[in-house]
């Protein structure tokens, strides 16, 4: 995987765990993380490694990382990237992102972002926070935000060209648009 592919995983899977692990409103309904081992097996699915290793014992640490995802990504949705950097800065120094050349089982050596032992938890860790990290790094933190529409709470980043996204999908854009002109024909 390339080093855009890995940074492109981290910061897909930091969106996917704050958006299936944490409880909020997602689309106009209460969201309840269920079944979080189901959702986590989803989640890492582009590393089949990672789902076998996968047991019930982590869930309480990825939940854990969940809710730290979703206050700093919160944080640069408001535009507070220096607290949000010192967040991230934390979460990296519990989980280190060293990089570790590692010969796979495939033959081929591939560089990884994390200490090749790492418990499952702390891998992820490392690779979400430096896959947020790089955006920062990059510019982009102001991609980050929360949706705005009424009754959802779910995370997103903002790949738009213009950078005025402000769902986390065309379903909550579209309850709003429609919210809007039930209201502004209503009699």
């Not at 930091?14 to 081992?37: F, P, Q, W």
């Not at 032992?117 to 430096?130: K, Q, R, T």
């Amino acid at each position: 995987m390339s080093l855009d592919g890995y940074v492109l995983t981290g910061l897909r899977v930091s969106l996917d765990i704050v958006n299936r692990l944490t409880t909020g409103m997602s689309r106009g309904v209460t969201y309840e993380c269920e079944n979080a081992i189901e959702n986590l097996q989803v989640i890492l699915l582009d590393d089949p490694p990672s789902v076998q290793q996968l047991q019930d014992h982590h869930i309480s640490e990825f939940q854990r990382l969940a809710v730290s995802l979703r206050e700093i990504i919160e944080l640069l949705s408001k535009g507070a990237v220096e607290l949000a950097a010192k967040a991230l800065n934390e979460l990296l120094a519990h989980n280190p992102a060293t990089p570790v050349l590692s010969q796979e089982q495939d033959g081929l050596w591939r560089l990884h972002h994390h200490p090749i032992n790492a418990e499952l938890p702390s891998m992820w860790s490392a690779i979400c926070a430096e896959g947020l990290a790089r955006e920062i790094g990059n510019q982009k933190a102001l991609r980050f935000g929360v949706c705005s529409a009424h009754q959802c709470d779910r995370v997103y980043f903002d790949t738009s060209r213009n950078g005025k996204r402000q769902y986390c999908s065309m379903a909550c854009q579209n309850r709003v648009k429609a919210a809007t002109f039930r209201k502004r024909h209503a009699p």
